[in-house]
């Protein structure tokens, strides 16, 4: 029998059913607790689910909401604001997956799949709270990033009482989300170890690595070995020790030991799952995360019923405990779930928050408006040009630098190209692409790649980025102007000395650059650990840096027009000034 209690917050008495016990088909049972007002009557439910752990949701109930950089600040308190759903008349249904927090059963594997599907759980979880007498029988979910992408797994499933999601900066390609355009990314270790700023999974002895479970010990030590071969991971202390002694973190083993793209991750991807959905979805997310960006817009597309897209302005990284898109969500559920005819449907499918211009960009499609591709060539004295470079390579010699692994050194080289000043407003709204010839002297390398708008005052913010394992070059069939795509399915090493094309994706932005601001190019194969960008996100959100020393030479000469292609707007569409 569930625990009955009741809370007072600001004045609003909440009852907690506490430790509800929530029967699977096969027949283990999750725990979860329900927030409700305390008249007794049923209402809507929302429903949360993570690994992550409900007491500590609960948290949303007594901690002031934290913005990035604050010590307090807890990246997985993401079920949103307990408080404000109750007093909107909902009931806030937290639940623990299987395999962790309070919840019985074993999770194997990793984020999107595992022994039992998550998917299948969130149907049964949503039609238990559905037939409860204190549920009217109607079921939305809440809640952002790992909470988010549970809603796009649970509406795949088709759960008859799931009326219509709201996702917020979910996460979906998980190849995507753990190796952006090759490079491992850290911030998967930080949400399931506890790192930076993460608590981390609620782990229970039930938390399973599917390698572990899948090969014999001795294959997995072989795999080990010839993951161990990686300079790169090799280089870095934590790897090495994850590699060594898998069961102390199984889910990040998993992830460090699938480097390449496959049936791993493209088990149950939401994005795949996409075609099964026939509910209203609501998704949003905020500029300066390209790669959730990039995902959350393939899977707009990908949706065939009612939908609404809505990018917002940057910093990326939203409050924890998350409140904010809190008056958004609730109109959507107000019109899905409570049949409030509030004029929601009557208004474009996608908004787009200008970063510059500070306008609202309205449209039916990304992008909003219509585009057209322009490039930007890299010239010699560090300037981008709107005209490619006349001279060869004998005349117009390559840039360059060194980089020393991050071992012996924490100086990450950077090479810079900017435009002039531009004269009028400049809008640009899509993706892009960077094409950089360059030679190193090593089998392998990185390319990183960000885009900045730098006001005169020498203030600048970050617009867009770019990555790519040299040894993941190779470009797809869906690859078009300005759109590269990466298969990632294997690696190729490159022959040092040869000179190569190296095709970035730049994830999707939103930018106006104003009179008198220029844009200004960075390259590197490392990145500054702490910057005006970073220094907005968790400490461990950055990149796995090249574990060998390697030296690059970038041309840009008449044979080699290493540029960047943008997506410059082209026709004024519905803009709103804020």
């Known amino acids: 029998m569930a625990e009955f209690e009741t809370f007072n917050a600001g004045g609003q008495a909440i009852h907690i059913r506490k430790d509800l016990r929530i029967p699977m088909r096969d027949g283990i049972e999750l725990a979860a607790d329900a927030y ?16 992550y752990g409900k007491e500590l949701q609960a948290l949303a109930l007594t901690t002031p909401p934290q913005r990035r950089p604050s010590p307090m600040w807890d990246g997985c308190i993401e079920a949103g604001d307990i408080a404000r759903i109750v007093s909107e008349d909902y009931v806030h249904v937290i639940g623990d997956l299987r395999g962790s927090g309070a919840s019985e059963g074993e999770h194997i594997g990793n984020y999107n799949a595992g022994g039992v599907s998550l998917g299948q759980d969130a149907y049964d979880f949503i039609e238990w709270v559905a037939a409860q007498p204190w549920c009217d029988g109607n079921v939305g979910m809440v809640g952002i990033s790992y909470f988010g992408s549970m809603q ?5 499933e088709r759960p008859p009482h799931l009326k219509a999601i709201f996702v917020s900066g979910g996460h979906y390609d998980f190849y995507e989300t753990t190796y952006h355009g090759g490079i491992m990314w850290f911030m998967p270790r930080a949400a399931r170890e506890g790192r930076g700023g993460d608590s ?30 990686d300079p790169d991971v090799a280089a870095w202390p934590n790897l090495v020790h994850v590699l060594n002694y898998p069961k102390n973190h199984e889910a990040w083993f998993d992830i460090v030991m699938n480097e390449l793209d496959g049936d791993w991750y493209e088990e149950r991807n939401p994005i795949t799952l996409a075609p099964n959905i026939d509910i209203p979805v609501y998704l949003q997310i ?44 609730f109109r959507w559920y107000d019109y899905w779930i409570k049949g409030i005819d509030n004029g929601v449907m009557d208004e474009p499918a996608v908004t787009v928050f200008v970063e510059g211009s500070r306008e609202l960009a309205t449209g039916n499609q990304w992008p909003p408006k219509d585009i057209e591709y322009k490039s930007l060539y890299l010239r010699p004295r560090h300037k981008l040009a709107t005209e490619p470079e006349p001279m060869g390579a004998e005349y117009a010699a390559p840039d360059g630098f060194y980089q020393a692994p991050l071992t012996v050194t924490d100086k990450v080289e950077i090479l810079a190209w900017s435009t002039p000043v531009f004269e009028e407003s400049t809008e640009m709204i899509g993706t892009g692409a960077a094409h950089i010839f360059a030679e190193i002297d090593q089998s392998d390398s990185n390319f990183i790649l960000r885009l900045w708008d730098y006001a005169p005052n020498g203030k600048r913010q970050l617009i867009t980025s770019g990555y790519l394992k040299a040894s993941h070059r190779e470009l797809d069939e ?38 008198g601001h220029k844009l200004t190019v960075e390259l590197s194969n490392a990145e500054p650990l702490a910057d005006e960008h970073n220094a907005l996100l968790p400490p461990d959100a950055f990149h796995l840096p090249v574990g060998r020393p390697v030296t690059h030479k970038i041309y840009r000469d008449a044979a080699h027009r290493s540029r960047l292609v943008l997506p410059f707007t082209t026709v004024t569409s519905q803009v709103n000034n804020k």
């Not at 609620?202 to 010839?226: C, H, I, Q, W």
């Not at 065939?304 to 405990?321: E, H, N």
């Open 36 to 51: 409700e007002g305390v008249d007794g009557k049923p209402r809507p439910a929302l429903v949360a689910l993570s690994p």
């Open 152 to 156: 796009v797994l649970a509406a795949a």
């Open 200 to 229: 981390g999974w609620a782990f229970t002895d039930n938390v399973k690595s599917r390698m572990l479970e899948t090969y014999s010990p001795e294959e997995v030590e072989k795999r080990v070995a010839e993951r161990l071969q």
């Open 286 to 329: 905020d500029q300066g995360r390209g790669w959730t960006m990039d995902g959350t817009i393939e899977l707009f597309d990908a949706l065939k019923g009612p939908k609404k897209l809505d990018i917002g302005p940057y910093p990326p990284m939203q409050s924890r405990p998350f409140i904010e898109e809190h008056d958004k969500m």
């Open 478 to 515: 869906r690859t078009t102007e300005g759109n590269p795509h990466h298969p990632h399915t294997r690696a190729v090493p490159v022959e040092p000395g040869k000179i190569e094309e190296y095709v970035l994706r730049l994830y999707p932005f939103a930018n106006t650059f104003k009179p």
